[in-house]
């Protein structure tokens, strides 16, 4: 079973950056589809971006601009730079993993991101 791992979550003062970082144990990522999505307290999750196989990025409204979703397949890994941060990005970031073909998914248990000054 894979196990999607998220960390590099924190507390970060409005206009600040943060990279988050995610990756599985005992998988290969090279060929799901990853994204990231928030969830903040008691919302509906949002997605926030998607990267493909090839490794086009897909942002969504919510970080156009101010974040940016990246991989790199040597590493098995999956990253999320957020510039410019909000108050209102305040959420559980988590890391969900599709496969296409076997229109299978995988989430991870999220990392905590809290911005305020």
């Known amino acids: 079973q894979m196990q999607i791992v998220e960390s590099g979550g924190g507390l970060v003062q409005p206009g600040g950056s943060l990279k988050l970082s995610c990756t599985a144990r005992?998988?290969?990522?090279?060929?799901?589809?990853m994204s990231w999505y928030r969830e903040a307290g008691g919302s509906q999750r949002e997605l926030v971006a998607t990267?493909?196989?090839?490794?086009?990025?897909t942002p969504t409204q919510i970080g156009e601009g101010r974040f940016t979703i990246s991989r790199d397949k040597a590493k098995n890994m999956v990253w999320l730079q957020m510039d410019n941060l909000k108050v209102e990005d305040t959420a559980v970031y988590l890391c969900?993993?599709?496969?296409?073909?076997?229109?299978?998914?995988?989430w991870g248990l999220g990392t905590q991101v809290t911005v305020s000054s």
């Open positions: 969900k993993a599709y496969h296409p073909m076997f229109q299978q998914a995988y």
């Open positions: 005992h998988s290969i990522l090279n060929n799901y589809v």
């Open positions: 990267i493909d196989v090839g490794g086009r990025a």
